[in-house]
C-alpha cells in the first residue's frame, strides 16, 4: 500500500490532554497517539469512530 493511501493522523498541532487523558486537538485519547504508528488502517479507522464520538459531546 502506498504511503499516500493510507489513514491519516487526526492531528491538528493543538497538542494538550485534558483530565480524561483525551487531546483537546484531535480527540484522540494518549494511548492511541502513542499507538498510531503501529496501528493498521483498521485500528485506526476505527479509533476514528471513536474520535467522531469524542468531538460530538465536546461540541454539546
Same mark, same amino acid.
Given at each position: 500500500m502506498r504511503r499516500a493511501d493510507r489513514v491519516r493522523s487526526p492531528c491538528v498541532s493543538v497538542c494538550a490532554l485534558d483530565e480524561? #487523558? *483525551?487531546?483537546? @486537538?484531535?480527540? +484522540?485519547? @494518549? #494511548?492511541?497517539? =502513542? +499507538?498510531?504508528? &503501529?496501528?493498521? #488502517?483498521?485500528? +485506526? +479507522?476505527? *479509533? =476514528?469512530? &471513536? *474520535?467522531a464520538i469524542r468531538e460530538q459531546k465536546v461540541a454539546l
Open positions: 480524561n #487523558d *483525551v487531546c483537546i @486537538g484531535c480527540h +484522540r485519547t @494518549g #494511548d492511541e497517539i =502513542l +499507538r498510531w504508528t &503501529q496501528m493498521t #488502517d483498521e485500528e +485506526r +479507522r476505527s *479509533v =476514528l469512530k &471513536q *474520535v
